[in-house]
């Protein structure tokens, strides 16, 4: 299955769990269209001064990879810098909150598994 950009479902999230601004979800596929539990995967567009608020992944894995710009990633317990070409991963009841603090989008793809 090939989905092309321009054809992918495109929404915007204000105050997305939480987090501060506007964050554009693209689609790559929607959940029915797998054949594993898979609650999200999607390209996350966070302008400057966005960010996704503290959430936790009770029975589920969420990857998040960096594929553009930079920002603070906090997992309840540190705040780390991530920038391109970084990979995070977040499950087994664990917390996790970013935001974009740069002066460019910051993109993420980002999967959800769920068990």
Do not use: Q, W
Request: charged residues 30%.
């Amino acid at each position: 299955m090939i989905h092309k950009k321009d054809d992918m479902a495109v929404e915007e999230r204000p105050n997305m769990r939480g987090g501060p601004g506007k964050v554009s979800v693209r689609h790559y596929f929607k959940p029915d269209e797998f054949k594993a539990k898979c609650r999200i995967c999607a390209r996350l567009t966070l302008p400057p001064g966005a960010g996704i608020g503290t959430h936790k992944h009770e029975t589920e894995d969420e990857i998040f990879l960096i594929l553009k710009g930079e920002g603070m990633m906090d997992d309840g317990t540190t705040k780390t810098r991530v920038r391109e070409g970084d990979a995070i991963l977040t499950g087994n009841g664990a917390s996790h909150a970013i935001t974009n603090d740069g002066r460019t989008d910051l993109e993420i793809a980002a999967v959800v598994m769920c068990y």
